[in-house]
């Protein structure tokens, strides 16, 4: 090509890549930590009706990927960490896994899952998992290329790592001097020759809430994306939210390695509404609608001017009442949509000024609850509530919470419930020692709610008749997956 018709074509190119940059897809997190999950059916219904086309799973769970299968939603489909050393040392491990996994999904009668990425690790590079993870990540990416490429697969799906959000950093808090932590440094380099060899994106974690938890330089006013925050200056860079800088700061830490124009997918992003403070519905709704108006400019950051992220994950589809709270309680509040379905929030991620659409023909326990016998002696009260908190869920009892107005001994009665409900409504699981007792009056009030959980196939699994109702309910799941996803 002569030289001048190369400047032509070089900058017809990047005219294109300014004028059409397309546009920014939203997708959600599915994770399924939850007691008595909405059955997956349903939620695949809750992203129809609600035109989300992309979905991004922490595991290959099958009943997941089944009613995955036929519908028209992009899916990344995630490894977990405790999989990476073998998938590190053995290619066959990482074959038999590609196998099991991903290639048995990919057709079928009803059509398939459209699986797009795999991605390799949940966020291995974690600070608190130290070198428990990191150092086999590259060696099982490199096993997983092998293996898809083995099925010819390569050009189909792509092999991606969930980088999390304390990965990089900054200690002035300005972006231009953000940097990968420095035992990161080698495996992050490897990682970005791997995905721009590949074309792949880089998937990470964006974090303005835990941001504004764990520094004080940050306002609650400049997370929200309020207008009237005081911005910060980077030089003569202009930061006027919390998003914009720590994407800033990624995008600072690619560029210092190396690597300045790799596409940024963020990973994972959201807002909780409850068990912490700042954390409801309205804060949750402001930060959210902050970040769709970003995302739909285009305007992109300082950094990256008109080049959002290529996809943005919310953080959640649904609250899930066994999440990991080691971060914090607030994990289990993730959801867009409560634990059943139920939108929390108004949000427009481009479906237009449409509101949310809600779960249908949700299937509940009934409509019982397990509180405190106030009758009885109530002196071993707190220690039976603290048991069943370690293993129910309590969130919402802590400070700044929906239910922490409840004074001693209504949060018995919250954790006796929760406990409850979460064993399927079993009558052994209201006893406490004889302080319990089951009522059909809801405890709730106009804050704080008692919950009353979904209705699973292991529910009341003991005796004949429901054992008969869980096995047409299961024909009626297939059945219903040959009609409807057809
Ligand atoms: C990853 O696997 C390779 C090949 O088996 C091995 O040489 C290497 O030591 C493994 N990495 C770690 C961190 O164990
Ligand atoms: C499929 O994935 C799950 C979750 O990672 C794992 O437990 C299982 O062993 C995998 N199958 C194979 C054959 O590796
Ligand atoms: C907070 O702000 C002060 C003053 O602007 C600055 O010196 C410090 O490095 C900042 N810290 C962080 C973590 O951003
Ligand atoms: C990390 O990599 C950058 C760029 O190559 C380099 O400037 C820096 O010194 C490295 N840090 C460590 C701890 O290796
Ligand atoms: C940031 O820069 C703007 C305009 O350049 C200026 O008006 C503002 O006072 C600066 N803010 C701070 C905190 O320095
Ligand atoms: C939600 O949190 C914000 C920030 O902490 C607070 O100002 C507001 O009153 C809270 N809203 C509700 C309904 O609790
Ligand atoms: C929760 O996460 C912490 C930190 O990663 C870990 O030490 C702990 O074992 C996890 N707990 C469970 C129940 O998985
Ligand atoms: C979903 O998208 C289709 C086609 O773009 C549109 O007709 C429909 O109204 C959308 N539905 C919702 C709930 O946004
Ligand atoms: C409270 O628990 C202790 C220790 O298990 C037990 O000895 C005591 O009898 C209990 N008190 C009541 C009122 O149940
Ligand atoms: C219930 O509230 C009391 C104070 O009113 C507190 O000491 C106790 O830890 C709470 N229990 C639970 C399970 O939250």
Redesign the pocket.
Known sequence: MPPNLRLIFFFFINLSALSFSPASAVGFNWGTAASNPLPPVKVVDLLNSNNITKIKLLDPNPLVLQALSGSNVQVTIGIPNLML?IL???RKAAESWVHDNVTRYLSGATGGVRIEYIAVGDEPFLQTYGDQYY??VM?AVANIQGAIAKVNLESRIKVVVPCSYDAFLSESGLPSKGHFRPELNKTMIQLLTFLTTHRSPFFATISPYLSLRQNKNISLDFTLFKETARPHNDSRRTYKNTFELSYDTLVAALSKIGFSMVDIVVAQIGWPTDGAWNANSSTAETFMKGLMDFIHSRSGTPLRPRRPPLETYILSILDEDQRNISTGPFERHWGVFTFDGQAKYHLNFGQGTKSLVNAQNVEYLSPKWCVLNNNKDLSNASASALEACSVADCTALVPGASCSDIVWPGNISYAFNSYYQQNDQRADSCDFGGLALITTVDPSNSNCRFPVQIRTSNSHSLDASSLLKTISLSALFWLYQLVYLQ
């Open positions: 050393k590190n040392s053995s150092p086999y060696g």
